[in-house]
């Protein structure tokens, strides 16, 4: 069994930043990858970002290349995701994921919300 939670989200104004923390406990060495996902009110949860753990690999969502990093330290079984020119449409709710094997783990979820 994996645990995530999330940390680091809240209100900002359009074009400011945020960072989201995401912190892996039990199974942790298990963990091929981990990820962030949104999902805002009336839509679909997306994919924001992706990383494995083991090679540091990346993936964007085209929307957020540029703006967004994800990273990793895996001494403190964390994740990151650096959001950086945010936007009002961005206001979401933010999971971490984590797939290990065939399992996927969710986090409670973060709220981010982009308003002046």
């Known amino acids: 069994q994996v645990q995530l939670v999330e940390s680091g989200g809240g209100l900002v104004q359009p074009g400011g930043s945020l960072r989201l923390s995401c912190e892996a406990s039990?199974?942790?060495?298990?963990?091929?990858?981990m990820g962030w996902y949104r999902q805002a009110p009336g839509k679909e949860r997306e994919l924001v970002a992706l990383?494995?753990?083991?090679?540091?690999?990346?993936n964007y969502a085209g929307s957020v290349k540029g703006r967004f990093t994800i990273s990793r330290d895996n001494a403190k079984n964390t994740v990151y995701l650096q959001m950086n020119s945010l936007k009002s449409e961005e206001t979401a709710v933010y999971y971490c994921r984590a797939t290990s094997g065939w399992t996927i783990y969710w986090g409670q979820g973060t709220q981010v919300t982009v308003s002046s």
């Open positions: 039990g199974s942790r060495a298990s963990i091929l990858g």
């Open positions: 990383i494995a753990m083991v090679a540091g690999n990346t």
